[in-house]
């Protein structure tokens, strides 16, 4: 096999197990956000609780519009129906939400795919700036497609040195 053909294939076969282990950390921060949801919307007192916290988490996998595209509509009509209280509660624990994913996941993405928070956030930042949108989702595998890379090349030296010594 050619030498390239078979660095290219170590690339393909780390970046697919990086965009598992990307898919992995987006279902842990859809479960946190629907244990966070359950608990607000308990303690809120909003009923079918569990069945509209899951269709959130679910919403919430979607990058960019998140949960925000269900939580900030859902207060903002509540005010306007002149329900304050749960309005305020609603906005209330969507920015509680909204805060522990910023903090969790760079962490969690960063811990199962092998990158730094640091990078993945940079890479995600960067992505962002150059795509748009679309970028948060390009982000975290432009990481993984960069840690590829440089895996498979130090790898490949370390081998080739200690063929010559």
């Known amino acids: 096999m050619d030498k390239w053909a078979y660095y290219l294939r170590e ?9 598992k282990g990307f898919l992995i950390a987006q279902l842990k921060l859809s479960l946190l956000t629907f244990v966070l949801l359950c608990i607000g919307f308990v303690v809120i007192g909003i009923d079918w609780w569990g069945l509209k916290a899951l269709g959130i988490a679910i919403v919430d996998m979607i990058p960019v519009l998140g949960s925000g595209i269900i939580m900030l509509p859902w207060a903002i009509i509540r005010a306007l129906m002149g329900d304050g209280d749960v309005a305020w509660k609603t ?9 522990v994913r910023q903090f969790a996941e760079p962490y969690l993405t960063g811990k199962q795919i092998g990158v730094r928070p640091l990078y993945t956030f940079l890479s995600t930042l960067v992505c962002i700036l150059i795509f748009g949108p679309i970028g948060a989702l390009l982000g975290a595998v432009v990481a993984i497609i960069i840690k590829a890379i440089f895996n498979v090349r130090d790898m490949h030296q370390i081998i080739e040195d200690s063929d010559y010594k």
């Open 11 to 19: 690339v393909l076969y780390a970046t697919g197990k990086g965009i």
């Open 91 to 99: 906005a209330l624990l969507y920015a509680i939400i909204l805060l």
